[in-house]
């Protein structure tokens, strides 16, 4: 619906502009009459808050005297009379930085509801151009704002809870950690409260109460969760959860120490991770389901043991520098009685820092294998930009040449003149901006110390660090070798002061060795970059003027040039690093 209604819109335009311009009953103007590009919620989209901002983006500025209570109206089917009386109350305002006007309900939105938003043709641009045909578009609410606790541990009315249970609650969202805490979660017996210590794991929305000291034996227990527990939008627990559960006598195993410790830092990579239990445990339970480590959400690969009491997990491979682990035992961990530990052990820990100096963070630019200001150029060739896009502004689509017979594979062409798909010139903007502060950030970097370079580097073998020249650069003589030294996280930065020249051939190629990774090389070039006939090369150069590829040459990296253009002199390659 939404997509029929926008080429409505923009044929009308078309037409209005065609034979003199858009059309309004006391104006008529010269000029392309504004449209809706973009509306939250989206057209048709479903489980939208209750607590939702209705927000409609134009493509031109608009007049913010004729964004007034007849401009929009939000509405669900189901009631009854005209526009006024089928409209919701709320408040109406436009932010003039982002052509967005927005729509505030006095009230949250009815759940299980579809609304219908209707922008309508009193409202114009800057020019006095209006809207040429209503937009509408529906979305549907979801079932409930409102959080719940869908599970927890024990269960209410459990019996023969392990007296150390680590007592958890399970919400239905995600919710604001800070309203998880000892008086929105509390144990209680009879009236009595119970010491401990509120967790929250934002990754399962789960809430945890460590009791101080064991549980009493064959004793009830009350559980409560308050309706101050509230989800991320600040929306409460419609009622307390309260649930009970009773001890038994017996006591779960549990871990008494780890190595490296919770919240650790600087370990080494070649670091093999244990756990020590207060009692003998069945070796069995003891595996690599029970015992895991893992980098963000990703598992590690690695072995797992166990002997006396200690567990111990080798990771395959040595871990990632400037990275932070997270190491679990599972309550499939069970002693020789049977008895699994009362709740999971989870603990966290950092790697050393990587060798060299700290990434430089492309952001937004990252997307580009080939960036320029005023010229993207194929000679001649069958070019290829590999995962990666191209991209030019302020330069414009027609000062790209050579595409075909030069290709894009799984990327695209973005030109700061594109009108379609809406976005492209902020979003060039955006990314040479993002090019800039990486290209500043590199010129600045100073630790760790730069070391000194100058003339040409060809036939060496350089560690990860800084290495600066206050004038030109060459790579000329042999290959110049970067070796991360089994740190696939290494990271160099060159800061060359003028141009820089790989020669290529049978010599003047950038070849990686120790684990480097070109993703973490960069040349920071204060004037242009040529990167020779026939080399193979490796890194993103960001440059201040123009970067040129001669004949044949290839890059694992970007070419990013933040004044100039790129060229691609003959059958160049350059994947994604």
């Given at each position: 619906?939404?997509?029929?209604?926008?080429?409505?819109?923009?044929?009308?335009?078309?037409?209005?502009?065609?034979?003199?311009?858009?059309?309004?009953?006391?104006?008529?103007?010269?000029?392309?009459?504004?449209?809706?590009?973009?509306?939250?919620?989206?057209?048709?989209?479903?489980?939208?808050?209750?607590?939702?901002?209705?927000?409609?983006?134009?493509?031109?500025?608009?007049?913010?005297?004729?964004?007034?209570?007849?401009?929009?109206?939000?509405?669900?089917?189901?009631?009854?009379?005209?526009?006024?009386?089928?409209?919701?109350?709320?408040?109406?305002?436009?932010?003039?930085?982002?052509?967005?006007?927005?729509?505030?309900?006095?009230?949250?939105?009815?759940?299980?509801?579809?609304?219908?938003?209707?922008?309508?043709?009193?409202?114009?641009?800057?020019?006095?151009?209006?809207?040429?045909?209503?937009?509408?578009?529906?979305?549907?609410?979801?079932?409930?704002?409102?959080?719940?606790?869908?599970?927890?541990?024990?269960?209410?009315?459990?019996?023969?809870?392990?007296?150390?249970?680590?007592?958890?609650?399970?919400?239905?969202?995600?919710?604001?950690?800070?309203?998880?805490?000892?008086?929105?979660?509390?144990?209680?017996?009879?009236?009595?409260?119970?010491?401990?210590?509120?967790?929250?794991?934002?990754?399962?929305?789960?809430?945890?109460?460590?009791?101080?000291?064991?549980?009493?034996?064959?004793?009830?227990?009350?559980?409560?969760?308050?309706?101050?527990?509230?989800?991320?939008?600040?929306?409460?627990?419609?009622?307390?959860?309260?649930?009970?559960?009773?001890?038994?006598?017996?006591?779960?195993?549990?871990?008494?120490?780890?190595?490296?410790?919770?919240?650790?830092?600087?370990?080494?990579?070649?670091?093999?991770?244990?756990?020590?239990?207060?009692?003998?445990?069945?070796?069995?339970?003891?595996?690599?389901?029970?015992?895991?480590?893992?980098?963000?959400?990703?598992?590690?690969?690695?072995?797992?043991?166990?002997?006396?009491?200690?567990?111990?997990?080798?990771?395959?491979?040595?871990l990632l520098s400037g990275n932070t682990y997270t190491a679990t035992?599972?309550?499939?961990?069970?002693?020789?009685?049977?008895?699994?530990?009362?709740?999971?052990?989870?603990?966290?820990?950092?790697?050393?820092?990587?060798?060299?100096?700290?990434?430089?963070?492309?952001?937004?630019?990252?997307?580009?294998?080939?960036?320029?200001?005023?010229?993207?150029?194929?000679?001649?060739?069958?070019?290829?930009?590999?995962?990666?896009?191209?991209?030019?502004?302020?330069?414009?689509?027609?000062?790209?040449t050579g595409f075909p017979p030069a290709i894009i594979v799984n990327?695209?062409?973005?030109?700061?003149?594109?009108?379609?798909?809406?976005?492209?010139?902020?979003?060039?903007?955006?990314?040479?901006?993002?090019?800039?502060?990486?290209?500043?950030?590199?010129?600045?970097?100073?630790?760790?110390?730069?070391?000194?370079?100058?003339?040409?580097?060809?036939?060496?073998?350089?560690?990860?660090?800084?290495?600066?020249?206050?004038?030109?650069?060459?790579?000329?003589?042999?290959?110049?070798?970067?070796?991360?030294?089994?740190?696939?996280?290494?990271?160099?930065?060159?800061?060359?002061?003028?141009?820089?020249?790989?020669?290529?051939?049978?010599?003047?190629?950038?070849?990686?060795?120790?684990?480097?990774?070109?993703?973490?090389?960069?040349?920071?070039?204060?004037?242009?970059?040529?990167?020779?006939d026939f080399t193979t090369f490796k890194g993103n150069v960001l440059?201040?003027?123009?970067?040129?590829?001669?004949?044949?040459?290839?890059?694992?990296?970007?070419?990013?040039?933040?004044?100039?253009?790129?060229?691609?002199?003959?059958?160049?390659?350059?994947?994604?690093?």
């Open positions: 619906m939404k997509t029929k209604i926008w080429i409505t819109t923009v044929i009308a335009c078309i037409t209005a502009a065609f034979i003199g311009g858009c059309k309004d009953e006391n104006v008529e103007m010269v000029g392309v009459c504004p449209v809706v590009v973009s509306t939250t919620p989206a057209n048709l989209a479903i489980n939208v808050p209750l607590e939702q901002v209705i927000a409609v983006t134009f493509n031109a500025a608009m007049n913010p005297a004729t964004i007034g209570p007849n401009a929009f109206d939000l509405s669900s089917p189901g009631a009854s009379g005209g526009r006024q009386k089928s409209s919701v109350a709320g408040v109406l305002t436009y932010d003039a930085a982002t052509f967005t006007m927005k729509f505030t309900p006095d009230q949250k939105l009815e759940a299980n509801t579809t609304y219908s938003g209707k922008v309508h043709t009193s409202v114009k641009d800057m020019m006095g151009n209006a809207l040429q045909v209503d937009y509408t578009w529906t979305f549907s609410t979801n079932a409930s704002v409102s959080p719940t606790v869908t599970a927890t541990s024990p269960t209410n009315n459990a019996t023969g809870t392990l007296v150390n249970q680590v007592v958890n609650a399970n919400f239905s969202m995600p919710m604001d950690a800070s309203t998880i805490d000892g008086t929105t979660f509390t144990v209680t017996q009879g009236t009595n409260s119970i010491p401990g210590v509120v967790t929250f794991d934002a990754a399962t929305a789960k809430a945890s109460f460590t009791p101080n000291a064991s549980l009493s034996a064959n004793t009830v227990y009350t559980g409560t969760i308050t309706t101050g527990a509230k989800n991320e939008s600040g929306s409460p627990l419609l009622n307390n959860y309260v649930w009970t559960f009773t001890t038994g006598a017996i006591a779960a195993p549990t871990v008494t120490s780890t190595d490296p410790s919770n919240m650790a830092t600087n370990v080494a990579a070649n670091k093999v991770i244990t756990a020590v239990f207060n009692e003998a445990m069945d070796a069995a339970t003891i595996t690599a389901t029970s015992f895991t480590l893992k980098i963000g959400t990703t598992a590690v690969a690695g072995v797992v043991s166990y002997s006396g009491t200690t567990a111990t997990f080798t990771p395959s491979a040595n035992i599972t309550t499939a961990a069970k002693n020789i009685s049977g008895i699994s530990l009362a709740s999971d052990k989870v603990w966290s820990f950092s790697t050393v820092a990587s060798l060299g100096p700290v990434a430089v963070n492309l952001k937004s630019v990252a997307r580009f294998g080939i960036i320029a200001g005023t010229g993207v150029s194929n000679n001649a060739g069958f070019s290829e930009i590999r995962n990666l896009d191209v991209g030019i502004s302020p330069g414009v689509r027609s000062s790209i990327g695209a062409m973005f030109a700061s003149d594109d009108i379609a798909p809406p976005g492209v010139p902020a979003m060039l903007i955006q990314a040479k901006q993002d090019l800039t502060d990486a290209y500043l950030f590199a010129e600045g970097a100073t630790s760790p110390a730069p070391a000194t370079v100058a003339g040409d580097l060809g036939g060496q073998t350089l560690a990860p660090g800084i290495y600066k020249s206050t004038s030109t650069l060459l790579v000329q003589s042999g290959d110049l070798t970067l070796d991360a030294q089994g740190d696939p996280n290494a990271v160099w930065i060159f800061q060359i002061a003028s141009d820089f020249t790989t020669v290529g051939g049978a010599g003047g190629n950038v070849i990686l060795s120790g684990g480097a990774q070109a993703k973490n090389v960069f040349w920071q070039v204060g004037s242009s970059a040529t990167i020779g440059a201040l003027t123009s970067i040129t590829m001669n004949s044949g040459a290839v890059a694992a990296g970007r070419m990013l040039a933040r004044n100039g253009s790129v060229v691609m002199t003959n059958t160049n390659i350059i994947e994604k690093p």
